[in-house]
């Protein structure tokens, strides 16, 4: 069984920065497209940002372009999720997920993963 685990989500005031963070302790993210979600109450799950690990390709979300930053670290079979500058609209809870798409913006427009992990809550609130 595949899984990634998130991290690293916190109470922020606006204008403030937090970075997330995704881990799998069971494959190596290189080999997939990890992506980055978000889902506030009473909302549609939406995609934040993608990163193909084959190719580097990277698809970011109009709300969050100039904001965030999604990297891969393959040493610590890691990807980050660094937000900068946080609304709050930000304000969800954060989902890492992973799968073989046929691309990096499929991934993140239609919200379409075979693994997902439990979540973290970020919240921006002064």
């Known amino acids: 069984q595949l899984q990634v685990e998130e991290s690293g989500g916190g109470l922020v005031q606006p204008g403030g920065s937090l970075r997330l963070s995704c881990t799998a302790s069971?494959?190596?993210?290189?080999?997939?497209?990890i992506g980055w979600f978000r889902q506030a109450p009473g909302k549609e799950r939406e995609g934040v940002s993608c990163i193909s690990g084959r190719d580097g390709i990277i698809y970011y979300a109009d709300s969050v372009k100039g904001r965030f930053i999604i990297s891969s670290d393959s040493a610590k079979n890691t990807v980050y999720l660094q937000m900068n500058s946080l609304k709050p609209e930000d304000t969800a809870v954060y989902y890492c997920?992973?799968?073989?798409?046929?691309?990096?913006?499929?991934?993140?427009?239609?919200?379409?993963?075979?693994?997902w992990g439990q979540g973290t809550q970020v919240t921006v609130s002064s």
């Open positions: 069971t494959f190596t993210l290189d080999y997939f497209t």
């Open positions: 997920a992973a799968d073989l798409p046929e691309s990096v913006k499929a991934m993140c427009v239609t919200g379409s993963s075979e693994y």
